[in-house]
């Protein structure tokens, strides 16, 4: 470690998990009062059924529309009338109901999100109107480019694995889902086995099992396969996350060789828009701090090798970045750039040449030890957030079954070395693992691969 050694941490994570399967997890925070929980569940895009893209976004929305006790006026007062925050998001894995409170207020918090994911109406004219919403949160993600370059490039290198599938869904499908469609699948997918009840910052950890374990209960209804598509995972999530997964989700270039490598959307805009990169690694997999690192040196700030080169020496950009996604059993990293149509082919050369440097040259030892300092500076910097502890707690117990203290994090960063980073990108940037997807006035032959 650089610099004087930082302390130990004294770990303050506790886990329960109820008779009922729910597991409770919470990280103590001293000097905060406020507390984020988040309820989270195994329900994302990939586990959605093939003829219902969008349904599990969709839910999301229409929970908050109204339940037994509140309307969704009184939902969103419940929590705001106390200065707190309540929102939830959808992934291609997960979903997520948090609400940010003071200490004082947590029950009310647990009381609001139970309420929402166990006693909702699914009101038939509210889901109609809902509909209406997110259709129009479809549209906006066509007029967002930076967005929907994103959502191509994942549906590019995915395809036709489920996590290929837009998160919102499209039109058509939203407009078909019925209230009996979303009482469904909510039973099939939100179980006591996939909820995962997760606090951190001035939280008492027997106080929370004590209002999870009287108001939480998510038997669900028939098999789990009556929603299941490819890439399920049956059980306990934590006993097996391979045996049942689709092979062309691997970082595996005998898969990806017979791939289309491009895609180009033409949209009448002043830029084009990129997205470059490919397959990367699953959250638990053994190299990912290295690729932590990688993409750190790579994309990850105004000293990145990116930024200077792209930006601050050939003036081709304002924004270029690269960025990682984890799921359980494989992963993507993205670089990601807005450019003037007449260099779109130069940005993508020099991004190229970027990544080959990176295979082929050692990372300087000085420009590995200021990055492990940017890193480590930046995960000391996150635990004054309680959101951002929650979601670190949440991703290593549903991804990994298990905690790690921030200062274990920074020893593994620690042991990575020049050798490492450089293996890793020849796999993670080989030919056969490079997409491209581009959104702008531009044309499929005016960029090359």
Not at 338 to 350: C, E, S, W
């Amino acid at each position: 470690m650089y610099g004087p050694p930082l302390p130990e941490s004294t770990d303050r994570t506790r886990k329960t998990v109820l008779p009922n399967g729910i597991r409770v997890v919470t990280e103590h925070m001293p000097h905060v009062r406020s507390v984020t929980m988040g309820v989270w569940v195994w329900s994302g895009t990939r586990f959605e059924p093939a003829e219902k893209p969008g349904i599990a976004h969709f839910l999301e929305h229409a929970v908050f529309k109204g339940t037994e006790k509140r309307n969704a006026f009184q939902i969103a007062q419940s929590i705001e009338s106390l200065g707190g925050y309540l929102n939830a998001f959808t992934g291609r894995e997960l979903n997520c109901y948090f609400a940010r409170v003071m200490d004082s207020h947590l029950p009310v918090a647990v009381d609001v999100i139970g309420d929402l994911l166990q006693s909702s109406k699914f009101d038939p004219h509210e889901i109609e109107k809902e509909k209406m919403v997110v259709i129009e949160e479809i549209h906006g993600l066509e007029d967002n480019p930076e967005d929907l370059v994103s959502e191509l490039y994942a549906n590019l290198i995915w395809r036709p694995h489920p996590l290929s599938r837009p998160i919102l869904g499209d039109a058509p499908s939203v407009s078909s889902l019925t209230r009996n469609h979303l009482v469904a699948y909510l039973a099939a997918r939100y179980r006591n086995d996939r909820i995962y009840v997760i606090a951190a910052g001035s939280v008492d950890h027997e106080a929370l099992v004590d209002l999870v374990r009287e108001q939480y209960d998510f038997p669900g209804e028939g098999h789990p396969a009556d929603a299941d598509v490819d890439g399920d995972v049956e059980g306990d999530v934590h006993a097996d996350v391979d045996g049942d997964v689709d092979a062309d989700v691997r970082l595996d270039s005998t898969q990806h060789k017979k791939r289309h490598k491009k895609r180009v959307l033409s949209k009448d805009i002043a830029q084009v828009h990129l997205c470059l990169g490919g397959v990367a690694l699953p959250y638990g997999h053994p190299s990912k701090h290295a690729l932590f690192l990688l993409n750190a040196i790579l994309g990850g700030g105004m000293t990145s090798r990116l930024f200077q080169k792209i930006r601050e020496e050939a003036g081709l950009a304002y924004s270029i970045y690269s960025d990682l996604d984890f799921y359980r059993d494989t992963g993507q990293i993205c670089i990601s750039a807005g450019v003037d149509p007449k260099d779109a082919q130069r940005t993508v050369d020099l991004i190229r040449q970027e990544c080959r440097v990176l295979c082929e040259q050692p990372v300087p030892e000085e420009e590995l030890r200021d990055t492990r300092s940017q890193l480590t500076g930046g995960l000391y910097l996150s635990l004054e957030e309680s959101g951002s502890v929650m979601n670190r707690l949440a991703r290593a117990e549903i991804y990994e079954n298990a905690h790690s203290s921030v200062d274990e994090t920074v020893r593994k960063l620690e042991e990575v070395t020049t050798a490492d980073i450089a293996e890793l990108a020849a796999t993670v940037f080989a030919p056969e693992n490079t997409y491209l997807t581009a959104v702008g006035p531009v044309s499929e032959g005016d960029i090359a691969l």
